[in-house]
């Protein structure tokens, strides 16, 4: 869309999110609840259908894809780290991590 407007309102971002191989236990989260930390560089985690575990958030603007495919591996190193630190007794193992972009607004409004 912001070929159409006269100026330009888009911030572009990667997000980043790794998933868990499936957890032994079906009742490792309490009802499958979504925890969602709001600081700024927010973090997310929640349950699957699969009994697994999906982690994601610590934007950062957007880079050319090389850059930010660059930055996958230690992003990922920091959202464990945050769920270590935050629920240290689940034992995570991870399956697959991915990164993906999307354009915002200052403002937050489509």
Same mark, same amino acid.
């Given at each position: ?5 006269? #100026?330009? @309102? ?8 790794? @998933? ?5 236990? +079906?009742?490792?989260?309490? &009802?499958?609840? %979504? ?7 927010? /973090?997310? #985690?929640?349950?699957?259908? @699969?009994?697994?575990? %999906? ?10 894809? #090389? ?6 591996? *230690?992003? @990922?190193?920091?959202?464990?780290? *945050?769920? +270590?630190?935050?629920?240290?007794? /689940?034992?995570? &193992? &991870? ?16």
């Amino acid at each position: 869309m912001q070929q159409y407007l006269p #100026i330009k @309102v888009e911030k572009i971002h990667s997000t980043y999110a790794i @998933v868990s191989e499936p957890l032994s236990h +079906k009742s490792f989260w309490f &009802k499958n609840a %979504l925890a969602w930390k709001t600081a700024a560089t927010y /973090i997310y #985690i929640r349950t699957t259908k @699969v009994n697994t575990l %999906l982690i994601g958030g610590k934007d950062i603007p957007y880079k050319s894809g #090389i850059a930010i495919g660059k930055q996958l591996k *230690s992003e @990922v190193s920091t959202l464990l780290n *945050s769920l +270590k630190s935050l629920f240290p007794s /689940i034992n995570f &193992k &991870k399956d697959f991590s991915w990164i993906g972009s999307f354009a915002g607004t200052k403002d937050g409004l489509p």
